[in-house]
């Protein structure tokens, strides 16, 4: 038998999720979303696919929970959407309502899966739906570090003309324009980009992955990125549900770890079929745990207005 993915919210991003979790044949997808006709309608376009593509993956559309039942993961992308001149913090309480009532409707109906939230401001819809569902924290998480190191790769790939796949690049902290790039820890090839990019064009692109979001938005004006997103979501699933052991950075529970205690902020974390199997913590100069300390403390001061 297949694995079972609901994915929540039928609109871009989790319409592409669905689709490329059924072009892996990752599990079979139950697609969900308050419209009518909406998730029915993808899901059956998407089935139709299959033969041309070549999976078998079952894909299933519905308006309601009841088909969501006993999904090894779920994945949460339900939302309002940020419009141009909107900050994250302007989604938070139109978000907060969303995520709140969607958790519980699936935690209800799957005790024992694992919660991927994509739904902005990232951190803290993380942390609602952690406590929400009364799930252990290593079974609950947030998509936000592995799209934005892609963008910082896409962005240092670009600037020096050779191939992502050689790029690595190392993104902390929260997601939105307080995350923490790491230089130093972002190599092409193994050789640090310190070494190949002088400091003023690194801040450059530091600052452009920063902003990589609002770009997107910028350019399309009636919505935001999903292709990226999307992507980063089921690189995540491919993990947990192939117990990988993947070293991805993702929205994580902090116990401790980086002078952290009780929140949940984007680090590099080891993905497997339990979850987050553990927190990768390094070793940070005096500069760079301080931006971290100052995106965590944005994190919390949005989860502090949500009174959690």
Excluded at 3 to 18: E, H, I, L, R
Excluded at 114 to 124: Q, S
Excluded at 159 to 188: C, I, K, Q, W
Aim: glycine share 10%; aromatic share 6%; proline share 6%.
């Amino acid at each position: 038998m297949r694995p079972k993915v609901t994915v929540v919210g039928a609109g871009n991003v989790g319409a592409s999720v669905a689709q490329y979790t059924v072009e892996k044949e990752l599990a079979d997808v139950v697609l969900v979303d308050v419209i009518e006709g909406v998730p029915q309608g993808k899901g059956l376009d998407l089935l139709q696919a299959g033969p041309i593509h070549h999976y078998d993956s079952r894909l299933t559309g519905s308006n309601g929970y009841d088909e969501t039942a006993n999904s090894d993961i779920v994945v949460v992308t339900a939302g309002f959407p940020r419009k141009p001149g909107m900050t994250r913090d302007d989604l938070l309480f139109k978000n907060a309502e969303v995520v709140q009532q969607v958790t519980q409707e699936v935690a209800r109906r799957s005790p024992n899966a694992i919660l991927i939230m994509v739904t902005n401001p990232l951190d803290a819809m993380v942390q609602l739906a952690w406590k929400v569902s009364g799930f252990p924290p290593h079974r609950v998480m947030g998509m936000a570090g592995i799209l934005d190191s892609a963008r910082f790769r896409t962005f240092i790939a670009m600037e020096l003309g050779v191939s992502v796949e050689n790029v690595t690049a190392f993104v902390l902290g929260g997601h939105g324009d307080t995350m923490v790039p790491l230089p130093r820890y972002s190599t092409v090839a193994g050789i640090p980009i310190t070494e190949l990019l002088p400091r003023d064009k690194i801040d450059a692109l530091v600052k452009r992955t920063a902003n990589g979001g609002a770009e997107i938005v910028a350019l399309l004006k009636t919505g935001s990125a999903f292709y990226a997103p999307a992507a980063a979501v089921v690189e995540m699933m491919e993990a947990i549900l192939k117990d990988k052991k993947k070293i991805l950075p993702c929205a994580a529970y902090l116990d401790g770890q980086y002078g952290t205690k009780g929140l949940y902020v984007g680090v590099p974390v080891k993905l497997g079929r339990a979850g987050v199997e553990q927190v990768i913590e390094i070793k940070l100069t005096p500069e760079e745990d301080a931006a971290f300390k100052k995106s965590a403390a944005a994190v919390r001061e949005l989860v502090e207005k949500l009174k959690l």
